[in-house]
């Protein structure tokens, strides 16, 4: 996958020197042990997660990918709890070739409900149309309602699929694309926004048919075995 940066938002506190690249690259990930979601079979989904749809709309399983409702806001929040640094993978990919893509990942979410926007936490959306080879990803905020967009960045490659590598160390959230060593974009969690010490992560759509695969999450709090 070659990746492409076209535009970001940036602020000057946010730009990242080239140490800081290299020490980003070191820390990549976290030591703990690996959950890694399966998506064949829609009972055995309900052990793992917590669904939620402002439609009704339910999340579907077709071989090993998630396929996200196709109307309204699917929420997938998965029930391990997080009080830590994680980790967390995840790809995405248009149901039908080159075609849309709105899906992302809930961080430090807490009092999911069935409503639009019915959540507190941050969210990583990624965001292309039908046809395109740009995607954008931007961090949205939410506390049962939308409270706007805090980072954006856009890329363009020849893939018809993203995958995203999220890690959260120390309250820092970095987002990878691809295979890439260098942070697409990077924000610092606001503790007195995310007040919980217990917090969760989970899979968002809004409006998209599309399928999800490769979830994956790391974290010393994830028992052996799970």
């Known amino acids: 996958m070659k990746l492409v940066r076209i535009s970001a938002i940036w602020c000057t ?3 990242l020197t080239h140490n800081d690249f290299n020490e980003i690259k070191e820390e990549y990930t976290v030591n703990g042990n690996e959950y890694n979601a399966s998506f064949d079979n829609e009972e055995a989904m309900k052990d793992d997660f917590d669904a939620y749809s402002n439609t009704g709309s ?3 399983a077709e071989g090993t990918d998630l396929i996200t409702p196709s109307e309204g806001e699917g929420k997938l929040m998965l029930k391990q709890p997080l009080t830590t640094d994680f ?6 990919s248009p149901f039908a070739s080159n075609g849309q893509i709105n899906g992302g990942i809930y961080l430090f979410a807490t009092n999911a409900t069935n409503a639009q926007d019915g959540i507190k936490a941050y969210n990583i959306q990624i965001e292309k149309t039908s046809g395109s080879s740009v995607y954008s990803i931007s961090v949205f905020k939410f506390n049962h309602s939308f409270l706007g967009s805090l980072k954006s960045t856009t890329v363009a490659y020849d893939g018809d699929s993203v995958s995203l590598h999220i890690l959260v160390k120390d309250d820092v959230v970095y987002v990878f694309v691809g295979e890439s060593k260098n942070a697409a974009l990077q924000f610092t969690v606001d503790r007195s926004f995310i007040t919980e010490t217990t917090t969760y992560v989970g899979l968002r759509s809004q409006v998209c048919l599309q399928r999800i695969e490769d979830f994956k999450l790391i974290s010393s709090e994830i028992k052996i075995g799970t």
């Open 13 to 15: 506190s946010c730009i």
């Open 58 to 60: 339910q999340f579907k």
């Open 87 to 92: 980790v967390v993978e995840f790809t995405v």
